[in-house]
């Protein structure tokens, strides 16, 4: 079946522009995450999303990063007034309820230039 | 909160050699432990995890890690390494019975040399 998928898969935006960045789960997959890849780091976590319920948001760095859940499904991470230090690999992952085992998408590079 | 150190940011090791990455925790409440990989310019893949039961715990492509609660490690392991198995692994820690947010390691890049 098809796996995470996230769009697009690279983006170059200019400082102090917004960008949205999509992720497609598994269907059927009730948990989203969303992560942040910065280059000899590991993984940072942003937000995750489970069922109906609130979103854990602890993770994102500052009031320009928001994120949203439609349907219980597709998930975009919007990113406003980019600054250089945005610039990262931007990580979606899904799994099961109840489940620790997540699948992660390919992947979206954002270059603030 | 949980914390993890991976001790080597790159290992370079010949074909059919053997190969462990060192991974090692801090935490104060009992943990769940994973090793994921990630292949270039993909996502990470799961190799195997550590819930409960035994310590040694076999994963994929020939990868396992023994946990070991009194060193607070979870080191991973192959006997023999391919060309293929180059790529970035990550170890991760969550707590157990309760976050599924795993806390990620800044990884170790696994080189295999001809």
């Known amino acids: 079946g098809a796996g995470v998928s996230q769009s697009p898969s690279n983006k170059v935006t200019e400082k102090g522009k917004d960008v949205e960045l999509r992720c497609d789960p598994i269907s059927g997959h009730t948990a989203l995450y969303w992560y942040r890849q910065s280059l000899g780091q590991g993984l940072e976590f942003l937000i995750y999303?489970?069922?109906?319920?609130?979103?854990?948001k602890s993770g994102l760095p500052s009031d320009r990063f928001s994120a949203e859940r439609t349907g219980g499904s597709v998930s975009t991470l919007t990113i406003q007034r980019t600054q250089q230090e945005d610039s990262a690999v931007y990580l979606c992952?899904?799994?099961?309820?109840?489940?620790?085992?997540?699948?992660f998408g390919p992947g979206t590079r954002l270059t603030v230039t | 909160a949980q914390s993890v150190t991976q001790l080597d940011s790159q290992v370079p090791v010949f074909e059919e050699a053997p190969v462990e990455l060192r991974c090692n925790y801090s935490?104060?409440?009992?943990?769940?432990l994973f090793w994921y990989v990630q292949y270039p310019n993909q996502g990470l893949q799961l190799l195997l995890k550590y819930l409960s039961g035994s310590t040694l715990v076999k994963g994929i492509n020939g990868f396992e890690a023994e946990f070991n609660k009194s060193q607070t490690s979870f080191h991973l392991r192959k006997p023999s390494v391919h060309i293929s198995d180059t790529a970035e692994y990550f170890c991760?820690?969550?707590?157990?019975?309760?976050?599924?947010?795993?806390?990620f390691g800044r990884g170790t890049s696994l080189i295999v040399h001809p």
């Open positions: 992952a899904s799994s099961l309820d109840g489940s620790y085992e997540q699948y």
């Open positions: 991760a820690v969550t707590r157990s019975g309760g976050s599924y947010i795993p806390t």
């Open positions: 999303f489970q069922g109906n319920s609130a979103p854990d």
């Open positions: 935490s104060s409440v009992s943990v769940y």
